[in-house]
Structure formats: structure tokens, C-alpha cells
């Protein structure tokens, strides 16, 4: 019974791994994605914009499941109450 109990936990802990690394890809993707589009137009950061957007594409084109873009809206929402300070933080930070 002892090793059932394990088994299942890891089950249960292995799937909802998946879960989360969609998620934390989906809200990294979004974020780098605004900040692209807040930055573009400000006169030191254009290149850095770039830089932003082509690495939210990198982190979702191996993302490509119904979790995933639905993660990736929600975040995109949220992501647009960031202070433009902290898009320049991500922007210096590539």
C-alpha cells in the first residue's frame, strides 16, 4: 500500500510539472512580448525591443498546445499593467 501511495504522488507531481512549465514559459513569453511593443518606440531600446520579441518567439515555438496559448493570453493581459522601468530591466538584461 506504502508503494502505491508513492507511485501516485509521483504521478500526480510529474503531470502537474508540465502544467507549470507552460505556464512559467507562457508568462516569461508574454512579458518579453509587451515589453517589445512598449519599448519599440523609445529611442535607446529599439534594437533591445527586437531582441525582446525574437526571444518570446523562441520560447513559444515549442510551445504548441491549448494550455499553453490559453496560459499565454492570460499572462499577455497581466503583463500590460508592467511599468515601462521593469520592460528596460528585461530589455538590459538580454
Known sequence: MRKLVIILI???SFNTS???????AASFAAKYEVCALKLKDTKSY??????LKIK??????D???????????KEKKKAWTLPLR????????L
Do not use: M, N, W
Open 10 to 12: 509521483a504521478g500526480v
Open 18 to 24: 508540465a502544467e507549470l512549465d507552460e505556464k512559467i
Open 46 to 51: 529599439k534594437l533591445k525591443a527586437l531582441g
Open 56 to 61: 518570446a518567439d523562441e520560447i513559444g515555438k
Open 63 to 73: 510551445k504548441v498546445s491549448a494550455d499553453y496559448i490559453k496560459a499565454f493570453v
Open 86 to 93: 521593469k520592460c528596460k530591466k528585461f530589455a538590459d538584461r
